[in-house]
């Protein structure tokens, strides 16, 4: 697993048919691969369908830090342009993805994708990792996720866990993609998940209160709170910012 990365919108798309152990640590997405999920809610499609893509867009939206395409992309683009004529492919039907291209040579990162041959002409110019489909039997409760975790681990999981419950006795937990969740009314309210050094909480708000000071030492990206395993974790601020999140969304 690297530490950072860019995902593409294909992998965004099958983000719980994917193996974690493939992915970065740490990863961005790109403004591109957003309007590619905006796009697809205009597609002829069900009821049904338009929703579960509603959600994934506003959950990719609020929990990955954006890259955009600024004048360094530009720059690279041109390079990537030049990399895709001179394999002999076509530029127009691969516009989008080549953009997206352009955003991780311009940042110096990986670029993860379900599609490695979209990409495969670009090694020459940009890291390009193909992810692969997760194991069978992955985890279908928070318990069972928590299990698969060391001893230790599973210690502060369960408390978060717990933790996270007290405040929502009455939310439905279950794992989306790949990991904890907790419902509200049908709509997610928070997830937490567990690493090999840290343990994460999110979505969190831009902005929280008086609930900030306390909370910048954990901020990491976009909306993640990433607390270390080899430091006291701090429950009680865990509780404080779910009844925060509790409270804005009763709000509105």
């Not at 993860?112 to 990792?129: A, E, G, K, P």
């Not at 978060?160 to 007290?166: E, M, V």
């Not at 309210?189 to 994460?200: I, Q």
């Amino acid at each position: 697993m690297s530490d950072t990365g860019v995902l593409d919108t294909s992998v965004l798309i099958d983000l719980q048919e994917i193996d974690p152990e493939t992915l970065p640590a740490e990863s961005s997405i790109t403004a591109l691969s957003l309007a590619e999920l905006t796009a697809g809610l205009d597609a002829d499609i069900d009821v049904r369908e338009r929703a579960r893509r509603q959600e994934r867009l506003l959950w990719v939206a609020e929990i990955w830090p954006i890259l955009s395409f600024d004048s360094a992309a530009a720059r690279a683009y041109g390079r990537i342009h030049a990399a895709t004529r001179s394999s002999g492919r076509s530029v127009r039907p691969r516009r989008i993805d080549l953009l997206i291209a352009s955003v991780a040579l311009a940042q110096g990162l990986p670029l993860y994708t379900r599609n490695y041959d979209d990409f495969s002409h670009l090694t020459d110019l940009i890291d390009v990792r193909e992810v692969c489909d997760r194991m069978p039997n992955e985890p279908t409760t928070i318990e069972e996720y928590i299990s698969t975790f060391p001893d230790d681990v599973q210690m502060v999981l369960n408390q978060i866990h717990a933790t996270i419950r007290g405040v929502l006795p009455g939310a439905d937990e279950t794992i989306s993609y790949r990991i904890p969740t907790f419902k509200i009314d049908g709509r997610y309210l928070v997830y937490f998940a567990g690493f090999a050094k840290h343990v994460s909480i999110y979505p969190i708000l831009d902005e929280m209160g008086e609930l900030e000071p306390e909370i910048v030492p954990y901020r990491s990206g976009r909306a993640t709170l990433k607390f270390p395993l080899n430091k006291p974790v701090p429950y009680d601020l865990i509780e404080r910012v779910v009844q925060e999140l509790l409270d804005r969304r009763q709000a509105t």
